[in-house]
């Protein structure tokens, strides 16, 4: 037996490194080995914060005659859905068309040429729920290829000749337009659920995309109604047990509709979106909520996820050991009344009615997870602050969920672009330096000589997979928020080699249309390519986004034109499915409005009337404003250049569609410069 995952960089991979399975990562070997040998090979993909994935891996990849069985008749492939996004995404479509529903830990068996001819995602150790038994299913697959290898190969080729035949859907020839957006709008409302925030039922999801969707679209057109979804949606969350009400930061989603009961990991992509949905909420309204909530998550992102390199780690685990050594989806942050009481004496009423926590309990076995339910009374803010400040003192006694450590770049990119706007808005020069500290990190480590990007590192050492769309995409919406806060021209340079690489090596030159990988990635049986926004925006999105802020700043049009063409997809699904494309329809919001183009010139960083107009322009909502301040006349940025003083005082330069305002000097005219339609 020989595991070959012990010098892998994904944690994931690391949790099995130890197990009696032969693991092979993915790889042309493993492939080699199963044509050689004539066996299928096992396909297991999953995450490190994947509950469901652990108890599959304690149940029967830590079982020794599990282990043997595959070892005899399989080549085990395992894959870190996080580190190959490619792998995973073709895979999985593969297994919806098959079964009508994925999920992970996903197990696929295929043949030594990749091709995959049965699928399913958990399966347990002995038949249950009408399920068949893991051992069941490899029994069954093994005697299907010894005896009937010709029915399996015929299975597998016409598997993957669907799959080649399933298009994309057509995207329209054009961006859309005010009417598309109304209808997207129209079928949000629909769908939106008015007692409780957000949309759908159970589960529910944190709708990030959509709010900043939302949040565009009242900027641009005033419409109350997009502001009150949003509004009422954030204040929903923010007061549900999704939210961490005493550390900081959101769960992945809730399993009901109230947002009380999360599942409990907590994801880098989820808190970076979030951390700016509130930040841009409270620009929109001065809503002392959203502000909490936009600094307690950036402060949750730099006390539990950064790295001591600098980057952000991918996730936090939702099990950790409850005390007695089990593991226990939930135990670093559900309490009983009991602990209250153990922990904060006289206090633990006044706990127990401002977090919610009952006898019965709100989650398993009497115990509650934190919410604020009142909605009304009066509490000391004072005695409040201290019981929440020993709370968590109490909960960091307690044993820790595990934290993968591994650095994506484009999580990372999404938390630069949160923690420097929200850095910028709230006067925390600390969350810019953190923010600066993971771009260097994503150029020292992610990026070579030529501008490529690596998915992944792990304590300062690269990855082995290439980047995907969605990393150059996030990458470089990450680099152009630092460039408009901090005003340093390089971060727009790097925003813009890694866009190059999107336009020669991502689009489709005849449509317009975007790969998730590119055209010398390394060939599956089929190039992904999705433009749905699911839990992060797709890469399609992301970089049809960057794309229009880096023409923005520099008028180069045939970005422009790219994110144009790209957004054509927008147009065909953002009436019919608005909800699985936010991200595309607030890039669509900020085309139509411009974006604006905004150039702040004064005589240096320390001036205070410079200061002035550079935080409005910062501060304004206007849907993808791209913001540029330096002294007169600057190279740092293509939007100084020919800006001048006005009468020997700063100034404030508004652009869009070709078009330019008079400059301005006074910050209340460059507020209604930038709120103006």
């Not at 490194?17 to 050689?36: G, K």
């Not at 079982?63 to 870190?80: C, G, I, P, Q, W």
């Not at 090596?505 to 055209?519: H, V």
Request: proline share 6%.
């Amino acid at each position: 037996m020989r595991n070959r995952l012990a010098h892998e960089t994904s944690p994931y991979l690391l949790q099995h490194a130890d197990n009696p399975v032969d693991w092979w990562p993915w790889s042309a070997e493993a492939f080699a080995e199963a044509r050689r040998t004539n066996r299928p090979v096992l396909l297991s993909v999953g995450y490190s914060s994947c509950h469901w994935c652990h108890v599959m891996a304690h149940e029967s990849f830590e079982d020794r005659a599990t282990a043997d069985y595959l070892n005899e008749h399989f080549v085990s492939v395992k894959v870190d859905r996080e580190e190959r996004p490619d792998v995973d995404a073709v895979y999985m479509e593969a297994v919806q068309a098959a079964t009508g529903h994925g999920g992970w830990p996903m197990t696929v068996f295929l043949t030594p040429d990749a091709e995959p001819f049965y699928f399913g995602t958990y399966f347990p150790p002995a038949p249950r729920h009408g399920m068949p038994s893991f051992r069941q299913v490899l029994e069954g697959v093994q005697q299907a290829w010894t005896t009937r290898h010709d029915e399996v190969s015929e299975v597998a080729g016409k598997i993957v000749r669907d799959l080649a035949q399933r298009e994309i859907v057509r995207q329209a020839a054009e961006a859309p337009g005010e009417q598309e957006l109304a209808q997207a709008l129209l079928g949000l409302t629909r769908e939106y659920d008015p007692q409780r925030g957000g949309f759908g039922g159970a589960p529910k999801f944190p709708p990030s995309m959509v709010l900043e969707f939302l949040l565009r679209h009242h900027a641009r057109t005033g419409a109350e109604g997009a502001l009150q979804m949003a509004a009422d949606t954030c204040e929903r969350m923010a007061r549900g047990g999704i939210y961490d009400q005493l550390g900081g930061g959101f769960a992945r989603y809730s399993v009901d509709r109230d947002w009380v009961v999360p599942h409990f990991e907590k994801m880098l992509y989820d808190n970076a979106l979030l951390c700016r949905v509130y930040a841009h909420l409270w620009r929109a309204t001065g809503s002392d909520l959203a502000r909490r909530v936009a600094l307690e998550t950036a402060d949750f992102l730099v006390r539990d996820l950064r790295t001591p390199e600098g980057g952000f780690a991918s996730a936090l685990d939702a099990d950790s050991d409850d005390g007695t050594g089990r593991h226990v989806e939930g135990a670093y942050y559900v309490w009983t009344p009991g602990e209250l009481r153990d922990v904060l004496g006289d206090d633990a009423a006044l706990a127990a009615q401002y977090f919610g926590v009952t006898e019965e309990g709100t989650f398993e076995h009497g115990r509650s997870v934190l919410q604020l339910p009142q909605t009304e009374g009066v509490f000391d803010a004072e005695k409040v602050a201290s019981v929440r400040r020993r709370l968590l003192d109490a909960r960091a006694l307690r044993p820790a969920p595990g934290r993968d450590d591994k650095v994506v770049a484009a999580w990372n990119g999404l938390a630069v672009a949160a923690l420097a706007e929200t850095g910028a808005y709230f006067g925390r020069p600390d969350l810019v330096e953190a923010a600066v500290g993971a771009a260097d990190l994503l150029v020292r480590v992610h990026l070579d000589e030529h501008a490529r990007l690596a998915r992944t590192s792990k304590d300062g050492r690269v990855g082995p997979n290439a980047g995907v769309l969605e990393d150059y995409g996030d990458v470089a919406e990450g680099f152009l928020a630092l460039a408009s806060v901090t005003g340093e021209g390089v971060w727009l340079e790097f925003a813009g080699l890694l866009l190059d690489h999107v336009l020669d090596r991502f689009a489709d030159p005849e449509t317009g249309a975007l790969f998730d990988t590119a055209s010398d990635a390394e060939r599956l049986i089929r190039r992904p390519q999705d433009p749905t926004d699911n839990a992060a925006p797709s890469g399609w999105t992301a970089a049809a986004g960057a794309l229009l802020s880096y023409a923005a700043h520099t008028g180069s049009e045939p970005h422009r034109a790219a994110a144009e063409r790209a957004l054509g997809v927008v147009k065909t699904l953002g009436p019919r499915v608005p909800r699985f494309i936010g991200w595309g329809l607030a890039v669509a919001e900020a085309l139509l409005d411009g974006p604006r183009e905004v150039a702040v010139v004064g005589p240096g960083p320390d001036d205070e009337r410079t200061a002035a107009l550079y935080r409005t322009a910062l501060l304004g909502a206007a849907p993808g404003a791209v913001v540029a301040c330096g002294i007169p006349d600057s190279d740092e940025f293509p939007l100084l250049a020919g800006r001048t003083l006005v009468d020997g005082a700063p100034a404030a330069y508004v652009c869009r569609g070709f078009v330019c305002d008079l400059p301005v000097t006074d910050p209340q005219a460059l507020r209604t410069r930038l709120t103006a339609s």
